[in-house]
Every structure is written in structure tokens, then in C-alpha cells.
């Protein structure tokens, strides 16, 4: 039976955990941001990184933005025909993708992805000493392990963004077109005289902050391991859920942002 | 001046106190084993010696300098003159043997591939491996696992070579291998060796001095016949591998740096 001293107590433990997670989080930040310049650089293993959360991420980012682009057509073609303004269709299909859909789903698919993968083996390399083992080779751990996967995903979920968008306003693109009959011509002269820099700008900095979260939260959870394979896997779940919150509160916190003081 | 200094040195982890002011030297070119239960500070012992982990008190010397001021390239300087064997091995999964091997000299000391090439086959001839560099650790055997893990610790040729359980989850006639090959190291490389070991045969085997841990102090110390012979009831239980004795009756601090 929890008494009220309990159930406190478990509030209290709750708080303090909330607050040294952001504390961890702010201090890898800071470390990883020193060691960005730090000799020897390492380049290659930025490379190596980006190829494995670029490249690799590249098709599932292509299906589900896709499918997404497919799904807001269809969805906005049910209110639209009612008021006989399907014309509008490629507007609202470009602009809630880059200005919204792309960036958020790009970062919760590489986060998954990604992210998961990132902590599941950096907690695999610090429950059987990989991680000591580097620092008494003389390496940093935060330079040779978490600086490549920051810099990758800083660039790449932009890049992904990139494409996503694309690939999501082509699918929106072939539903408008060949099944509610709106020409070609029309559906991309109403995509492209809708966007403005600014939806793309806006999308396209919040992926920036989207990336360095997916990489800190990974790294942070995945270097903090405890408890053998049991850790690793409950470090992986927290990785995913902590990034996905982190990601969708950020970008509440960018939109309002770019709402008010971006005109 | 002793090689190895750890001088009034204590450790509390989680609550536990696993290091309570203890002292131990080592000596240039002299091979220390530890022994002691599981979770007596063996493995910590080693960890604050490559500054793994840091003292709540006490100092840490090595060559007379104190490990805790060390920054920078000084600090890099001494994980080079020290080779730390961990006891699951710790090979980078994502390398090669070659590559584990042969990762001080290409991340740190640039060194010319071909030259990194030679000194990965000389290293781990030097631990009786041919053939191996494009294996991945995972291929391994578990003893095979070990000896990479010394060819990579020696492969900047160290003056200090640590050994954690080298010996643990290996068959006998492996685990002898692994002795000889510790013995061989120290005399073709003269260097100085700490191993931390709970198996007896290992430790009468390499040993110069055995110093005994218990309750977080070295309680014993001595030569492998010195201990063999050893009237300390402590010593005597964990030797003879006795289950029931002073250490299994929970009682503590009675002894200190003796040997009757």
C-alpha cells in the first residue's frame, strides 16, 4: 500500500530525474559542441554516419512521405469537392508539408530509426566496456562517438526533409491528377505560387534542431546504460519516447516562434 | 620510485564503500596480482590507476606523477604507457581484429599504414595469432578474444600492462595459455604487470607478489609461497577456496597487512 510519504517521495524522485535528464542533456550538448573542432577530426566517420542515417534512411522517409502526400490529398479532396475548390488541393498539400508534415515526420522517422539504433549500440559498447576501452586508447568518447552521429544528423535530417517534401507533394500531385481530374499544369502552378521562401526556411531550420535532439537524446541515453542487455533495451524505449516528445514539443515551440516574430 | 602508487585511496559507489583507504605499490618490471571475491574493488583498483575513475580520496601515482592533475596530452601520454586488458576483451564490435589493433596508432600517433600493417602482425604474433587482422571480433573464440585484446594493449609496446580476470570464462587449458603468454610478455617486454584474478592456479602462476583485498584494504601481501603458507585465516580461506571461514562469516577490519 503507497502511503502519502510514498506517493510524495515517488513525485519528488520524478521531479529530480526530469531535471537531471535536461541537465545530462545540456551538458553532453556543451561537451559535443567543444569537441566539434577538436584534433584529430575524424571526418571519415562523419561520412560513414551520414551513409548509415542518410542514405539508408532515405527509403522509408520516401514510402511514408509518400503515403502522407496521398493522404492529405485525398483527405482535403472530401472537404474541398463539397465547396468545389479542388484547385486549393495543391496548395494545402504543399504548404502543410514543408511548413509542417515533412519536417515533423522526416525527424520522427529517423528518430525511430536512427535514434534507436544509435543508443542501442552505444549502450551495447558501454555495458561491455567499448566505451572504457576508448578512453584508455586515448580517445574521447564524445569526440569519436557521439560528435560524428551529431554532425550527421544536424545535415542529414534536413537533407531528408528535403526530399520528403518532394516526394510527398508528387504524391499529392498524382492523386489530384489522375483521379480528381485536376490538370498538371494547374496543380504545379498552384503548388509553387502558394509557397514562399519562408515555408520552406522555417521547415527546413526547425529539422536542424530536430536532428541535434535526435542525436543528444541517443547518445546521452545510450552512453548513461546501466544493467546489461535488460539496460539496453529499456534505454532504447526511453530514447525513442523522450526524442518523439522532445521533437513535437520543439516544434510547438518553433511554430509559435516563427508565428509571432517571423511575419 | 615505485612504478604503480595508490595511497590512502577510497571509493564509495552507490552507497558502497568498495575502496577504504587502501595502499598498494608496484615496482618497475615486478608482475602484482590482486586476488579477492567478486565485487571486492578489484576491477575499480584498475580503473583508478588508468583514471577510469576518480578517488572521493587519496592519490594515484604513476612514475611518481600524480594521475589526477594530468590533463590533455599528458593524460593521453599515460593511457599510451599503460595497456588495459578488459576482462570480456572490450573489442570495438564495428572494427576488425586489424583494426582494433592497430587503433592507437592510426587514431592518435599517424602512423603510415604499411608500418601500422607490420606492427598489428607483430603484436599479434607476440600473442601466438596469424592471419587474423580481417576477422570480426564477433568471429572469435572467447580465449582468442582475450589475446586480441592483449596484442591491441600492446601493440604501443606500454611499460605498464593491467589484466582484468584474464583468466574468467575460459577453458583450463586456454586460461594456461593466457599465463604463459603473460609471462612471456613480461620478459620480452619488461614491463610492469597488475592482474586481478580470483583463480589461484593463475595467480601462483604470473605472480611476483600477491596482495590479497579485502573490505576495500589490501590485507595481505606476500610472495605466491608467502601466501601458499600464509596463517592468515583469510587468506587461508580464499586460497584453499574454503566455503565456510572469517570472510563468510561477515567479519571485518580484524585484519590488516600480515602475514603470520
Redesign the interface.
Known amino acids: 500500500m503507497t502511503t502519502p510519504r510514498g506517493f510524495y517521495a515517488t513525485i519528488g524522485r520524478r521531479i529530480v530525474n526530469f531535471f537531471s535528464f535536461f541537465a545530462g542533456l545540456v551538458r553532453l550538448t556543451v561537451q559535443t559542441l567543444v569537441q566539434i573542432p577538436a584534433r584529430?577530426l575524424?571526418a571519415y566517420r562523419f561520412f560513414e554516419q551520414s551513409n548509415k542515417i542518410g542514405i539508408n534512411s532515405f527509403p522509408i522517409v520516401s514510402l511514408v512521405s509518400f503515403f502522407i502526400g496521398v493522404i492529405l490529398a485525398l483527405q482535403t479532396a472530401y472537404i474541398m469537392q463539397k465547396m468545389s475548390s479542388e484547385i486549393y488541393i495543391a496548395s494545402i498539400v504543399a504548404v502543410s508539408l514543408t511548413r509542417e508534415l515533412g519536417p515533423v515526420i522526416t525527424a520522427l522517422i529517423v528518430a525511430g530509426r536512427s535514434g534507436a539504433g544509435i543508443t542501442a549500440e552505444l549502450g551495447?559498447?558501454a555495458v561491455?566496456?567499448?566505451v572504457?576501452?576508448?578512453?584508455?586508447?586515448?580517445?574521447n568518447p564524445i569526440k569519436?562517438l557521439v560528435v560524428p552521429r551529431f554532425l550527421s544528423l544536424t545535415v542529414m535530417v534536413p537533407v531528408l526533409t528535403v526530399f520528403a517534401n518532394a516526394i510527398g507533394i508528387f504524391g499529392g500531385y498524382l492523386i489530384a491528377v489522375y483521379r480528381l481530374s485536376i490538370r498538371s499544369s494547374l496543380y504545379m502552378n498552384m503548388t509553387f505560387q502558394t509557397l514562399v521562401y519562408k515555408d520552406l526556411y522555417t521547415g527546413l531550420i526547425k529539422t536542424i534542431f530536430f536532428g541535434m535532439i535526435i542525436a543528444i537524446v541517443a547518445c546521452f541515453e545510450g552512453l548513461n546504460v546501466r544493467g546489461g542487455a535488460e539496460g539496453v533495451g529499456k534505454a532504447t524505449t526511453r530514447s525513442v519516447v523522450n526524442t518523439f516528445i522532445l521533437i513535437i514539443a520543439s516544434d510547438c515551440f518553433f511554430t509559435a516562434l516563427f508565428y509571432f516574430f517571423w511575419e | 620510485m615505485p612504478m604503480i602508487e595508490l595511497v590512502d585511496v577510497s571509493k564509495n559507489l552507490a552507497g558502497k564503500q568498495v575502496l577504504d583507504h587502501m595502499s598498494l605499490i608496484v615496482e618497475e618490471g615486478e608482475t602484482k596480482v590482486i586476488i579477492g571475491r567478486s565485487g571486492v574493488g578489484k576491477s575499480v583498483t584498475l580503473k583508478h590507476i588508468v583514471r577510469l575513475m576518480e578517488p572521493d580520496t587519496g592519490q594515484v601515482r604513476v612514475q611518481g606523477r600524480d594521475v589526477l592533475s594530468l590533463k590533455g596530452k599528458d593524460l593521453s601520454e599515460l593511457h599510451r604507457q599503460i595497456g588495459l586488458v578488459f576482462q570480456g576483451g572490450a573489442l570495438f564490435d564495428s572494427l576488425t581484429v586489424g583494426e582494433n589493433v592497430g587503433f592507437v596508432l592510426r587514431e592518435h600517433m599517424g602512423t603510415k599504414p604499411v608500418e601500422i600493417e607490420e606492427r598489428v602482425r607483430e603484436s599479434l604474433a607476440l600473442v601466438g595469432l596469424y592471419n587474423v587482422e580481417q576477422v570480426m571480433p564477433a568471429d572469435l573464440s572467447g580465449g582468442m578474444k582475450k589475446r586480441v585484446a592483449l596484442a591491441r594493449a600492446i601493440c604501443t609496446r606500454p611499460k605498464i600492462i593491467l589484466y582484468d580476470e584474464p583468466t574468467t570464462g575460459v577453458d583450463p587449458i586456454t586460461a594456461d595459455a593466457i599465463n604463459l603468454l603473460i609471462d612471456e610478455l613480461h620478459d620480452k617486454l619488461k614491463v610492469t604487470s597488475i592482474v586481478v584474478t580470483h583463480d589461484m592456479r593463475s595467480a601462483y602462476k604470473v605472480a611476483d607478489r600477491i596482495a590479497m583485498l579485502y573490505e576495500g584494504r589490501i590485507i595481505a601481501e606476500g610472495t605466491p609461497d608467502e601466501m601458499r603458507y600464509s596463517h592468515n585465516p583469510y587468506v587461508h580461506q580464499f586460497i584453499t577456496g574454503a566455503a565456510h571461514g572469517p570472510i563468510t562469516e561477515g567479519q571485518s577490519s580484524i585484519v590488516k597487512n600480515s602475514i603470520d
Open positions: 584529430p575524424g551495447t559498447m561491455t566496456e567499448q572504457d576501452a576508448l578512453q584508455t586508447l586515448g580517445s569519436y
